[in-house]
Each structure stands twice: as C-alpha cells, then as structure tokens.
C-alpha cells in the first residue's frame, strides 16, 4: 500500500484550519488516513482539527487488535466518540474554544476492503474501472436541500450558505457518524479531501487527473494546483491512498 498527502493553506486564507494524517504501520495491512476540516474563531478551528486527529489515534493505538480486523469499523466508532467528547469537554471548559469543531473524515485499507467514518462535508471518494465514486454524504444545509429536492445541484455550488455544516466533531456531546465499507479493486484509488477542493475542482476534473498514467504524489500536486488555479479560497487537503507500494 501506498499513500501521499497534501495540506496547502490556499491563495486566500491566513491560517491553516485543515489537518490530515496518515498512518505507517509496517509491520500489518492496515493503514488508514484521516482528513479533518476545524472551524471555530482565532486558532480553535486548527486546533479542534489538530487534536481530533491525536486523540483518534491515541485510542486507536490503546486499543487496536493486529489479529482481528473485522472489527476496524467498530474501532473506528469508538475513537470518533473518545474524540469528540474530549474536544466538546475542551470548549467547555476553555471560553476561547467556545463554538470549535471539525469534519472528520478517516479511511482505512485492509487487504481488498476500505472501510470509512465521517462527519461534515470533506469527502471519501473511490476511483476504478467504474470511475470516480463519492462514498460520502456531505453534511452540509445545502445538500440537505438538494437532497429534499428544494434546490438543484448546480444551484449549491453558488449559495450564500454553501459553507454551512450540519454536523461536525466537538460541537455536542454525542456526535453519531457514517460509516462507510466498499470493495476496493485492485487498481483503485482512494481520495479523501477538504471542501477546498471540491468547492474549487469538478468531480469530473478530479477523475481525469486520476486517470493520469503518474504516480500519486504528481496526482495530489495536481489536484492541490488545480485548486489553486480555480481560487483556492480555502484550505486544500488532499489525500491520495492504494494498495500498491511504488507510488
């Protein structure tokens, strides 16, 4: 397995708000990558993202069992709700974190199978011979009105409240998350990303430079300078994974 990650600060924004992680494990086949996208005033936004992904994997590292991986899934859950409750403690209990939270979207490769957790609007997305698939659902006012057939698709991407979320880490004390399990072919590749790149770059932009014949580290350049170019009004993170090792 392989995997490469970028998280660009864009062309507009002061402060870095997004985190990614990746995981180096090895000794197993079982990697798993996590995007997280912080909101909140002055640093909590970085900092409820930051801390969503350290205390994730500090139950993870407590609590993972190398000889059993049909329960990644339920793992997964459990460090999501560790995760959150901590951070909603932390604003609790710290005035200047009052309101901070953070999208959350973790993947995780084991052997033919991807299994994910998530919460907000970043996004899961599988490329292969099918093409380019979103396994997510965005948390999102405006999905949800798409989804209720009050407004269109096209009519989303340029409403005055396209960046409000519905769902996020740290903001109630009980969160519940999707979940998400797919078949991974063998050439396939996965994408977790920030709404930066997706409220900059078409899905059908970001399938035509995965179906480039280049490694992944050009690909997520790519996506990232693409971005870029369409704006970047907003933090870019973009994490490409296989299950192959030359990348």
């Known amino acids: 397995m392989g995997a490469v990650g970028r998280c660009d600060l ?5 402060q870095n708000e997004d985190s990614i992680y990746i995981s180096e494990n090895p000794n197993t086949d ?20 930051r801390r969503s992904i350290e205390l994730f994997n500090e ?3 407590k609590n993972f069992n190398t000889e059993n991986y049909d329960d990644i899934l339920d793992l997964f859950v459990s460090a999501l709700r560790y995760s959150n409750k901590a951070l909603y403690d932390m604003s609790l209990n710290d005035e200047s974190l009052n309101g ?8 995780a490769i084991c052997g033919r199978r991807l299994y994910g957790i998530h919460i907000g609007d970043s996004r899961l997305y599988v490329y292969d011979k099918k093409g380019l698939r979103q ?13 209720r057939g009050q407004i269109t698709l096209d009519e989303a991407k340029n409403h005055p409240r396209k960046n409000v979320i519905t769902k996020a880490i740290g903001i109630e004390e009980n ?8 078949d991974l072919d063998e050439n396939g590749i996965v994408l977790l990303c920030s ?33 870029n170019k369409n704006g970047g009004t907003d933090n870019i993170s973009v994490i490409l994974a296989d299950r192959r090792v030359d990348n």
């Open 59 to 61: 139950y993870i590292d």
């Open 135 to 147: 396994l997510t659902k965005d948390h999102s006012f405006v999905m949800e009105m798409v989804r």
């Open 100 to 107: 901070m939270g953070t999208t959350f979207t973790a993947a």
């Open 30 to 49: 079982f990697e798993y990558y996590i995007v997280a996208d912080g909101m909140g005033g002055h640093n909590a936004g970085e900092i409820a993202s």
């Open 10 to 14: 864009g062309r507009l924004r002061q």
């Open 195 to 227: 709404d930066g790149l997706v409220n900059m770059v078409e899905d059908k932009d970001i399938e035509k430079i995965l179906k480039k014949k280049t490694n992944l580290a050009d690909k997520a350049d790519m996506l990232v300078k693409l971005a």
């Open 175 to 182: 969160m519940p998350a999707d979940t998400i399990i797919c």
